[in-house]
């Protein structure tokens, strides 16, 4: 939950999640749209997705997860990343898990851009001052709390406890820059089939990537001449993961919708709607 999301938002769904399912086996038996329902509001439910198809794939092993780093990295949804969280965090292992919190941890000690940080090298440099106490899972947890705490974004370094040792804080000659995420632009158009009975035509099949099994309406790349019939409601932007959308909001009166398209009632709370269309059937709503 907390991949893109914040901890303060997170606290209400994570306690809300776990009431309902306390552990791998009660989410394994869960319906995919039972757990989407306990989802909604997170967003980016891919990770949801993830998480009850690990749940599914691991009752075969009794639900207890896989003590390698190689298997452990064939659950669904588990990178590189995950895989070393989970197994500091449940078997204790040696290992140091590097999300953008602890790489700016790293890159300030050393003073060296992010970019050239070597991961294996940190660890193997530092085998015997990170790993001799044994308290490995501590040990990430630290370090991510150091990180938001101490060496946050704007640094505390008056109150850090090793600033003694950091050649961020000791260097005249800064050389940390900040890697910046790139986002690309997608002009799309989005063509949503209506009804007088405030209903709204959604699909979950489409062919753009970023938003594979979403239910969404029908959504094209923008060209010049493929608008007859439609009219437009509005132009509006929105953010993907690392997309920034430019959107041309499109809508239509009509009886029919094409195949592997559903009604969906606007207004209702019924179904689990993702956020991006959310906003659009918003949008829609003001035709009313
Ligand atoms: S001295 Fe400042 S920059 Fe260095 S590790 Fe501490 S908080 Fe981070």
Redesign the pocket.
Known sequence: MLQQTQVQTVIPYFNRFIDKYPNLKSLSRAKEKDVMKAWEGLGYYRRARFLLASAKKLEKNNFKLPRDFDEIKKLPGVGEYTANVLLALIYNNPTIAFDGNVKR?FS??LNKNVDLLNQEKIKSDNQRAFFFHNRNSDFVEALMEFGAL??RPK???EK?P??KN?L??NSKTVSITKTKIKKTTKKLDIFCYVTKRKQIGLTKKNNLGFLKDFLIPKIMIREKNNKKNWSLLKNYSNSISNKKLDINLYYKFSKTIPKNFEWHSIGSNKEVIPSFTKKIINHIEKLY
């Open positions: 941890i300030r000690i101490i060496c640094p505390l370094c850090c090793i600033k950091c961020f804080k």
